[in-house]
């Protein structure tokens, strides 16, 4: 199986979902929508990508952490 693709909201919001840390399901829940909202008008940049990045890992599951990366990295190189 490949990196999952994240470009829309239900993939990219169920494929964070299910990795995010259980305390931390509705901070990850509001910096999605936060990002698909900043896409919406257009102010979703490579550099707010830089810097969502590191705040959406901190909100996963360890041992997801790897294969969240992978996918944000992949997200990023078609910015």
Do not use: C, W
């Not at 940049?45 to 969502?52: A, R």
């Not at 041992?63 to 944000?72: I, R």
Request: glycine share 8%.
């Amino acid at each position: 199986m490949g990196k999952p693709i994240l470009h829309n909201y239900t993939d990219s919001t169920d494929f964070i979902m299910e990795r995010a840390k259980d305390e931390k399901k509705a901070e990850a829940k509001a910096l999605l929508g936060e990002g698909f909202s900043r896409q919406a008008a257009g102010t979703f940049d490579k550099g707010y990508f830089q810097e969502i990045v590191p705040r959406i890992l901190d909100l996963i599951k360890p041992e997801a952490v790897n294969e969240v990366k992978a996918a944000m990295e992949d997200f990023g190189s078609r910015l």
